[in-house]
């Protein structure tokens, strides 16, 4: 019985052996940039498993040659006319004992030795996966569980859907405070995935900060609605560094598999709708259906770009935080200084709702500014706002008041409707095309992307601001050089003015 026990323990101990030769080879050769083990780790446990099973395979022959010895002895002390030959027999039995025994203890030693080293391996194999600022997983991680899905749904079409999630203005954010705050901030993002998704769900550092999320057994429409829990969450937390509360927003993009996909086409339709939230203002869901990038329902309501400083969250600046001479204060392009601008807006929000009178506001965002200032410099963009400026007195003669938003301009106009606004909007955005921003004598031709949104019962400053801003977006969405109206339920474009840019 011992020794069947025995051949059975050799037995394991040898497929212990294998397994563990055959997943060092593996993980040695593995290169480093695909995320495979440390190579000489992996080589050091591969040359430590190669001394065991040397060790154990000297043991087993040694144990052999004593076992055929006794063997040898028994069978001749058997067949003598020995009178000690019970003893003999006696003898050689416990020489096989002993050395079973012996074999014993050096299996056991062998299996604890092998059990360390599978530990360590597979050590070494979550550390290979796993990202090492975030503790999420990493590319090869993510890449591997694409590929395992992406059979399954060949095989059995089990549906999937892939999110990508990019930190907003992430380098700006570096450069402002530092990588340190920024790596914490990633940190920070990347534990705010882990807890909002679900338990199934993967989710993985891409690179930089980018983030993946994997999510089995889920539809576009299902997938959408996680994204965009995700991005509100990562939109609320704040992340601490230091003394120093920091906030980010994130884009998102989102695409479920489809017949034709690879694990590259899926990467990049959801990269496609990723590339199309940023486009459209940041910090919003849009998603690849196969055929092409869309909004999704709902992303626009809740946008809001941090970057450009617009909207209900940016115009959430009390006066205190501005001091007297600061841009902010006293914007000599303006008749309302930025600072003050929720104030007077709250203020004729107010009056507007107790007299029961209209109240609309536009947005107004210069298309392309960026190219602007590359083209002609700094300098640009005082002289397009100056313009605006004026354009903006003419089409709203008494009503309301103008203000700079930094890259933003607001017109508040008390006792308009929406149709009223949105003339006022198209003639603006008319006069804008012909030309009339002058630098160095020349004409500055650009477009304007415009929002407008009309004050209803129980709107707040936020409420009304939100809306404006999503009017802006999807104009943007739309192409740029457009006005929407958003009309408390949908944004709604306004029928465009056949005009063209003239010098």
Request: proline share 3%; hydrophobic share 45%; glycine share 8%.
């Amino acid at each position: 019985m011992m020794i069947v026990d025995l051949v059975f323990s050799l037995l394991m101990l040898l497929v212990g052996f294998g397994m563990g030769w055959g997943l060092c080879r593996a993980y040695a050769s593995a290169p480093e940039s695909a995320g495979g083990v440390d190579a000489e780790r992996a080589a050091a446990i591969l040359a430590r498993i190669g001394d065991l099973a040397s060790s154990v395979a000297t043991d087993v022959d040694a144990h052999s040659s004593r076992v055929a010895q006794c063997s040898s002895d028994l069978a001749e002390a058997a067949n003598s006319d020995d009178p000690n030959r019970e003893q003999r027999v006696i003898d050689s039995l416990s020489e096989i004992l002993k050395a079973n025994e012996r074999l014993q203890e050096q299996l056991a030693s062998a299996e604890g030795q092998l059990q360390r080293q599978a530990a360590e391996l597979e050590e070494q194999t979550t550390v290979a996966r796993t990202d090492a600022l975030t503790s999420l997983f990493n590319r090869r991680a993510l890449d591997d569980e694409i590929n395992r899905r992406m059979a399954e749904w060949q095989r059995r079409q089990s549906v999937f859907t892939l999110v990508m999630i990019d930190v907003d203005h992430f380098k700006k954010f570096n450069d402002t405070h530092g990588h340190q705050a920024g790596d914490e901030v990633l940190r920070g993002v990347g534990a705010v995935l882990a807890k909002t998704m679900r338990e199934m769900d993967m989710v993985a550092r891409f690179g930089g900060e980018e983030f993946a999320v994997v999510l089995p057994a889920t539809n576009l429409s299902e997938g959408r609605r996680a994204a965009e829990r995700a991005r509100r969450c990562i939109e609320e937390s704040v992340f601490t560094f230091g003394k120093t509360q920091l906030r980010v927003n994130a884009s998102v993009g989102v695409a479920e598999v489809i017949d034709v996909d690879n694990m590259g086409t899926l990467v990049k339709r959801a990269d496609e709708a990723l590339y199309a939230a940023k486009k459209a203002g940041r910090n919003c869901v849009w998603y690849h259906d196969g055929d092409g990038v869309f909004a999704s329902a709902g992303a626009a309501e809740t946008a809001k770009p941090v970057a450009e400083a617009a909207g209900a969250a940016a115009l959430e600046t009390s006066p205190a935080a501005a001091p007297a001479g600061s841009t902010a204060a006293a914007d000599p392009n303006g008749d309302a200084p930025a600072a003050t601008f929720a104030n007077d807006l709250r203020r004729r929000l107010a009056e507007c709702q107790q007299f029961k009178l209209p109240l609309s506001v536009i947005f107004v965002d210069i298309d392309e500014l960026p190219k602007l200032v590359a083209e002609w410099g700094p300098a640009v963009s005082d002289a397009v706002f100056k313009a605006l400026f004026e354009i903006a007195d003419e089409v709203r003669g008494d009503m309301g008041f103008v203000s700079r938003l930094n890259a933003r301009l607001a017109i508040v106009i008390p006792g308009a409707d929406l149709d009223a606004a949105s003339d006022l909007a198209e003639r603006l955005r008319e006069v804008v095309l012909k030309g009339r921003a002058r630098l160095r004598g020349k004409p500055i031709n650009h477009s304007v992307s415009v929002g407008i949104a009309e004050g209803v019962a129980g709107d707040t400053f936020n409420s009304l601001c939100q809306r404006v801003d999503a009017a802006v977006l999807a104009s943007k969405a739309s192409g740029k050089n457009c006005t929407h109206v958003h009309t408390g339920t949908i944004c709604r474009r306004v029928a465009q003015v056949a005009v063209g840019a003239s010098g």
